[in-house]
């Protein structure tokens, strides 16, 4: 086995504290001698996981094209390649071991190739040890350090040993970093980082450190930069959106942001993920008031059983879960609202389970993630026995799914013979001369046409039919 450079590695234990600290904030600035280390060489990186993963690829994009990478089209033949991955359950880690497989392979043949994994697996402790024992990975860092890829890359270049960092503690936050956005019209907005909720089942306070705000003069300053530069739509980002600025011991909330946003001229802003405990009477007045705020909530609501939630540790009721969706219907009649829900949760009982079914009936989901409970070491739920066999969890979920398959029906239906106004993304996959792109509720639209103009735009789109994935329509000539 190659050797090892230890820099630090992840401890769960640590990762757990959140101690009194001050959060730093350190504004990125490339270091010259790293400035040409990428010189002829291509990256790629394979992104897995959740839409903060996507943002913090395309800052790694940045922060490799500046050292004068390119980006490859062909992962299997670059001379970099990054993994920044998820480990929110077991599937999402299995996919990873794939990939890690393959790469195996490719590496015998191209021993010149830079392998690094990052994001949330590494800060799992069992998932490390496993990397540096089983598979040939140069760099291995987590989701604390990514500004320190350049000086990771160039140790791993000198020394030619496995480089390894991972820090497990609050974290921090990131400024003025380069970014390659994916999209020339849409762009993910951090708003903050981390995670203190502990529900139960999750890793990701353990994965991704404590809840820390961005000041919301650099949020502002980065969508007016956005705007100038023609984006469209916004999607601002955290675990708990709702909880946003409540470390930085301000008067200023989420909804305060979302107000000053919308006098910013963006078109568009959404925001992922909520939590309904802390989703606000101001935040709701927010999606009423401010035009730029798409009538579309994503809301996770886990289970419907007032004891599940208590043993999750989400700190809501049934009855204050609908009490919020019962406001918001009232704030903002049209509006479409999607969930995450877990079936399978230890020692969940079929009564359990069909209070989940009776909210979701109830509340009229247009759109549901649907997940069986996974077991993650180190947190809490991982250690309760559990009498639920893997027959019946994935029984209820299939009973769930096709539930939740009749909401995003629904959701579609009542569009049908409407005009609605769609930001244009591409050329829909499977039909010839057809373009798609998604509704301000956040449904996927397909319209006859091949003009490659459209794409960034906002059209109208008159809509004829609808299915359970998408709608389809005719474009509306203003
Ligand atoms: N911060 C967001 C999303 C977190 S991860 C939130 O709180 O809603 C996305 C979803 O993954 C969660 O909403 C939950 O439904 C699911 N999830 C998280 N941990 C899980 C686990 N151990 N097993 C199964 N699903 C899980
Ligand atoms: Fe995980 Fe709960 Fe935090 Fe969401 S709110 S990231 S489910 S701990
Ligand atoms: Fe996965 Fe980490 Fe996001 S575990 S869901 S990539 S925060």
């Known amino acids: 086995m190659k050797n090892k450079i230890n820099i630090s590695l992840p401890s769960l234990k640590e990762a757990k504290l959140r101690r009194n600290v001050d959060v730093s904030t350190i504004r990125y600035i490339m270091n010259d001698k790293y400035d040409n280390l990428g010189k002829g060489k291509t990256y790629y990186i394979f992104t897995y996981g959740c839409q903060g993963n996507e943002a913090d690829s395309e800052v790694m994009a940045g922060i490799l094209e500046s050292m004068g990478y390119v980006k490859s089209t062909d992962p299997m033949n670059s001379d970099l390649v990054l993994l920044n991955t998820c480990c929110i359950r077991e599937n999402a880690e299995q996919r990873i071991w794939g990939v890690l497989g393959q790469l195996k392979g490719r590496k015998r043949e191209h021993p010149d190739m830079l392998v690094g994994i990052c994001g949330c697996m590494p800060q799992e402790e069992k998932a490390t040890k496993k990397i540096i ?20 890359i160039f ?134 008031d401010c035009k730029s705020v798409m009538p579309h909530l994503h809301l996770p609501v886990q289970s419907g059983d007032d004891d599940i939630l208590k043993i999750m540790n989400r700190k809501y009721t049934y009855a204050e879960y609908m009490s919020k969706i019962n406001r918001l219907k009232e704030l903002v009649p049209d509006i479409s609202i999607t969930t995450d829900i877990i079936v399978g949760f230890p020692n969940e009982t079929e009564e359990q389970f069909q209070n989940t079914l009776k909210l979701v ?13 996974s077991p993650r070491e180190g947190t809490p739920a991982a ?35 409407q005009t609605v106004e769609v930001l244009v993304d591409e050329e829909s996959k499977n039909g010839d001369g057809m373009m798609c792109g998604y509704s301000k509720h956040l449904k996927l639209t397909h319209f006859k046409s091949n003009d490659k103009s459209l794409i960034g735009k906002i059209v109208k789109v008159k809509v004829t039919e609808a299915k359970t994935w998408f709608m389809i329509g005719d474009l509306v000539e203003d």
């Open 133 to 152: 024992e089983s598979y040939d990975v140069d760099i291995i860092f987590g989701t604390h350090n990514r500004h320190h890829l350049p000086e990771l």
């Open 155 to 288: 140790k791993a270049y000198e020394s030619k040993a496995k480089v390894v960092e991972v820090l497990s503690n609050e974290g921090l936050i990131l400024e003025d970093a380069p970014k390659i956005r994916e999209s020339k019209h849409k762009a993910w907005v951090n708003i903050m980082f981390g995670c203190d909720e502990f529900c139960t089942y999750c890793i990701v306070p353990y994965t991704r450190g404590r809840e820390r705000s961005r000041a919301k003069e650099d949020i502002i300053n980065e969508v007016k930069d956005l705007v100038k530069n023609g984006y469209k739509e916004v999607t601002l980002l955290g675990q708990n959106v709702n909880a946003y600025g409540k470390d930085l011991g301000l008067d200023y909330t989420f909804g305060d942001l979302l107000y000053d946003l919308d006098k910013t001229g963006i078109e568009r802003i959404r925001y992922t993920t909520s939590h309904p405990r802390d989703l606000d009477e101001k935040t709701m007045l927010a999606m009423r």
């Open 361 to 373: 009936r109830e509340v009229g989901f247009e759109g549901a993630f649907t997940f069986i409970y």
């Open 383 to 417: 250690k309760m026995k559990d009498n639920v066999s893997l027959e019946e969890k994935h029984d209820r979920l299939n009973r769930l799914i096709e539930l939740t398959n009749q909401g995003y029906l629904k959701g579609h239906q009542r569009f049908v013979g």
